[in-house]
């Protein structure tokens, strides 16, 4: 594959000699030229800077806020040092033009996306990206519409990661789909100088049959859980009862207190009911005599 790009190279660098033999051009003096031509302007707009002063001065000084910064050009071509900013700025008349950048974090909605998921179940997702403008260059050189071009790459991007995963994981992994949402994001915007910071899946919409299906899996659930608890306690009171019932077995007079505790009891409650306590060992005699 390189020797393959060497040739390659080495094509287009011979197509263009040959043209440029067969047009009588000269690339270094093409660049001569222009470079004669770019300080004979720049010579030009400084002369109508000096002549128009000081009223060129108002319209040559530019600022910019400490979140913005200035992308200047000079004859179609990006100036060196790159961006300019904050404060003051100078510009020449008639050469130079310039572009503002905001580097603030820009958050936008990305729009319902009807998604297939894995197991084949069409789900409505929305999501929130958080982005900001790291290289103000790269954003005015490198693409037209960066802010326009990041909120289609988050729609495509938004769909294929939700592709790959059943139901289950939209629903319940919501914080991992984010983050491998933000860094194909932050890969795929990297060369255009925008830094994605924060994805977030806004909310999922389900089908109106399918939320009812879910549901009444859900009550299902909970009321087999339900009897699985009460089953649970009834065993564990069972249990109780026989511990309770051998221990009272031991010692007849604990079977008395227990009996006039309950007796105690029913007598706290409101009602008309007369209550006879009457020893349980009376009838023992009668136990015998049989």
Not at 111 to 132: G, H, K, M, N
């Amino acid at each position: 594959m390189p020797a393959l790009g060497h040739v390659a190279v080495g094509l287009f660098a011979k197509a263009d000699k040959e043209d440029n033999d067969l047009y009588g051009r000269n690339p270094s003096r093409d660049q001569d030229n222009a470079g004669i031509c770019a300080m004979i302007l720049t010579s030009f707009s400084f002369l109508v800077f000096l002549a128009t002063m000081p009223i060129s001065l108002f319209m040559c000084v530019k600022v910019v806020q400490e979140y913005e910064r200035a992308v200047i050009f000079r004859l179609g071509r990006l100036r060196a040092g790159g961006a300019k900013g904050p404060g003051l700025f100078f510009i020449m008349p008639c050469i130079d033009s310039y572009k503002k950048v905001d580097l603030r974090t820009v958050s936008f909605d990305v729009p319902p996306q009807e998604v297939l998921s894995r197991d084949s179940v069409t789900v409505s997702v929305e999501a929130v990206v958080y982005y900001r403008v790291s290289n103000p260059t790269l954003a005015t050189n490198n693409i037209e519409d960066y802010s326009h071009s990041t909120r289609l790459l988050a729609a495509t991007t938004l769909r294929n990661v939700l592709g790959t995963r059943n139901l289950a994981e939209i629903l319940s992994e919501r914080e991992s789909i984010s983050k491998v949402m933000q860094d194909a994001l932050d890969e795929a915007t990297d060369s255009w100088g925008v830094k994605a910071e924060r994805v977030e899946i806004k909310d999922v919409r389900l089908p109106v049959h399918l939320q009812r299906a879910m549901a009444a899996e859900a009550e299902a659930a909970r009321e087999a859980r339900a009897k699985v608890i009460a089953a649970e306690g009834e065993q564990k009171a069972s249990r109780a009862l026989r511990e309770a019932a051998d221990v009272i077995a031991e010692s007849s007079a604990a079977l008395q207190l227990r009996y006039l505790q309950t007796l105690s009891t029913i007598s706290a409650e409101h009602n008309s009911t007369i209550i006879f306590p009457m020893p349980i060992n009376i009838f023992d005699q009668f136990m015998r005599k049989k």
